[in-house]
């Protein structure tokens, strides 16, 4: 069974970055997309940003030209890279990867992100 572990969260002042990364272990295993997800106080959990194993990328356009996320296949990680935050995107985010050959989705626990004004 594949395991997804998230590292990265944190309390940053808006207008910082932080770098988010996700490791995916387990046995035998391949893994078509993986991506983040934010789940903010109150609401529901919404797609951030995705990425295929062959690198097609799809954005929340929120998030769009302040966020990069991008992926080691070799090493099944996936990171996503959080520039000029602001405090809407305040949240817990959770890494997710559709694992092949019948795409059933693994979460990870989840890394609080603060933004504070």
């Known amino acids: 069974q594949v395991q997804l572990v998230e590292s990265g969260g944190g309390l940053v002042q808006a207008g910082g970055s932080l770098r988010l990364s996700c490791a995916a272990s387990?046995?035998?295993?391949?893994?078509?997309?993986m991506g983040w997800y934010r789940q903010a106080p109150g609401k529901q959990r919404e797609l951030v940003a995705v990425?295929?194993?062959?690198?097609?990328?799809n954005y929340a356009d929120s998030v769009k030209g302040r966020f990069t996320i991008s992926r080691d296949n070799g090493k099944n990680t996936v990171s996503l890279q959080m520039n000029s935050l602001k405090p809407e995107y305040t949240g817990v985010y959770y890494c997710?990867?559709?694992?092949?050959?019948?795409?059933?989705?693994?979460w990870g626990q989840g890394t609080l992100v603060t933004v504070s004004s």
């Open positions: 990425i295929s194993s062959g690198g097609r990328t």
């Open positions: 997710n990867a559709a694992v092949r050959p019948r795409g059933t989705e693994v």
């Open positions: 387990g046995r035998s295993f391949s893994i078509n997309v």
